[in-house]
């Protein structure tokens, strides 16, 4: 059974930053590209970082290049998300996912979810 855990989420003042970590299990990590996601309040879920299998390919949408970094351990089986800069509009439940079989920015090409960890930023 594949499960993913999401940790690192909480309340941060603008300016600030966050790291969020995913750990997965029952899954092959060293061989599996990883997406972060997030869905605000009233929204749809969007995506936000991806990472290819190898950790040498990386995407990440308009609204957070340049402030989000989207790494991985094959060691730890842990996918990481650093987000600096952070600002209210990221306030968001940000999930991780994994077994994609599809575009890399598109939430149907997941299988596999975490359940997600809550970012709140103030302004």
């Known amino acids: 059974q594949v499960q993913l855990v999401e940790s690192g989420g909480g309340l941060v003042q603008a300016g600030g930053s966050l790291r969020l970590s995913c750990t997965v299990s029952?899954?092959?990590?060293?061989?599996?590209?990883m997406g972060w996601f997030r869905q605000a309040p009233g929204k749809e879920r969007e995506f936000v970082a991806y990472?290819?299998?190898?950790?040498?390919?990386?995407y990440y949408s308009d609204s957070v290049k340049g402030r989000f970094t989207i790494s991985r351990d094959s060691a730890k089986s842990t996918a990481y998300l650093q987000m600096n800069s952070l600002k209210p509009e990221d306030t968001a439940v940000y999930y991780c996912?994994?077994?994609?079989?599809?575009?890399?920015?598109?939430?149907?090409?997941?299988?596999?979810w975490g359940q997600g960890t809550q970012v709140t930023v103030s302004s």
């Open positions: 990472i290819g299998w190898s950790g040498g390919t990386t």
């Open positions: 996912a994994t077994g994609i079989f599809g575009s890399y920015n598109q939430r149907s090409a997941y299988r596999y």
């Open positions: 029952g899954r092959t990590f060293s061989g599996s590209a």
